[in-house]
């Protein structure tokens, strides 16, 4: 059993920063694929980026691509999420997720969702 919580979202302007957190419980952290999903109002919920466990391969998806970083800390059980240069078209709740597979963007592959943190991008 995996319990994650989010934290570092907020209220930013277009072209500024944020970086997410997700703190995991658990002693098996470290085997788990961790990916970050979002979801805007009306819309599904889409992948974002995932980090392996094995080699600590990132993926993204094309639209972040150069301007959000994934990365771990399997000393202190937490994933980050750092996105720079941000658009209003980056609002939405911002979940961490994690699985014991290999990486998926698929949401239905994760076994374990934090609650979500909001971001919202305006001026």
């Known amino acids: 059993q995996v319990q994650l919580v989010e934290s570092g979202g907020g209220l930013v302007q277009p072209g500024g920063s944020l970086r997410l957190s997700c703190a995991a419980s658990g002693r098996t952290f470290s085997l788990y694929t961790m990916g970050w999903f979002r979801q805007a109002p009306g819309k599904e919920r889409e992948f974002v980026a995932a980090i392996g466990w094995r080699l600590y391969g990132t993926y993204y998806t094309d639209s972040v691509k150069g301007r959000f970083t994934i990365s771990r800390d399997n000393a202190k059980n937490t994933v980050y999420l750092q996105m720079n240069n941000l658009k209003p078209e980056d609002t939405a709740v911002y979940y961490c997720?994690?699985?014991?597979?290999?990486?998926?963007?698929?949401?239905?592959?994760?076994?374990?969702w934090g609650q979500g943190t909001q971001v919202t991008v305006s001026s």
């Open positions: 997720a994690a699985q014991r597979q290999p990486y998926s963007d698929s949401p239905t592959s994760y076994d374990y």
